[in-house]
């Protein structure tokens, strides 16, 4: 039933762990409306029937004595307050203070710049190397200190075609950026956060299944701005993902 649903609102191919409750809640906000959009259509009618003028010659200026509207509109609130309080809140509750431990996921930090997206891996230590933001410049996007021990085996990938995450490992993605307000967003994760110049963001998710996933910018930046869509967050085998991991160059890269 409800994967019927789903399909009939076109939602689109979930493929993270928290993602199923983004949809549950969708879904029940469309029920709800469903529910009052035939409820208000039909009442509607009634009056249009019920309060016509060869029945009504002489208005009525008492009108209704019955109390069902406030309890209808008592009970609505009510669905509303537990969609709100029961699902949405605690939802929310999760992506912000549930955080996975940093040594049982794969850490990211990823810079938007127009038009596309950079990302950084802490290499075999899982720490990232120091960074200090003067150092930014056009061959150091990430501002990586170069002598540090730390970030010797750290990974760069920049100007992304394609980011890789091992399946069913939390992905811990600290977003931000290097010009204007970007917004990071995977559909296929449900998960979407602006990338704003000078802030580090974190945020996770966990994806379940293995797959070829847009990457999207969900903040018009600028005239290529929907050519941050060409990104591609590739989810694989722990296997593959090491293998490909391997295959990137330093610390360090120069952008072009
Ligand atoms: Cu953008």
Partial sequence: MRDFIASRLGLP???SQHGRTVDDLIIYV???????????????????????????????????RGHASSYIEVAVAAIEGVLLLGVAVPMWGKAVG???????????Q???????????????????????????????????????PKGKDDVQVLSLGEMHVPVD??????????????SFKIIAMRVTQDAIPGMRIPIWFVPTQTGRYQINCAQLCG????QMSSGILVVES??????WLATK?????SLE
């Fill in 98 to 108: 549930g955080f996975p431990a940093d040594s049982a996921a794969t850490r990211v």
């Fill in 238 to 243: 722990k296997a593959d993902f090491d293998k």
């Fill in 110 to 148: 990823i810079v938007g710049q127009q038009f596309s997206w950079n990302v950084r891996y802490p290499g075999n230590d899982n720490e990232f190397g120091k960074q200090d933001m003067n150092l930014v410049n056009t061959t150091n996007l990430f501002a990586v200190l170069p002598d540090d």
């Fill in 169 to 182: 490992k939390p992905v811990i993605a600290y977003i931000s950026s290097r010009d204007v307000i970007h």
């Fill in 13 to 15: 191919v979930l493929a």
């Fill in 30 to 64: 469309h029920l709800l409306m469903i529910v009052l959009f035939a409820g208000w259509l039909a009442y509607f009618f009634y009056a249009l029937l019920r309060f016509r003028r060869s029945r009504n010659p002489k208005a009525d200026y008492l009108g209704v």
């Fill in 249 to 253: 160059s330093g610390p360090v890269q």
């Fill in 223 to 226: 005239n290529a701005h929907s």
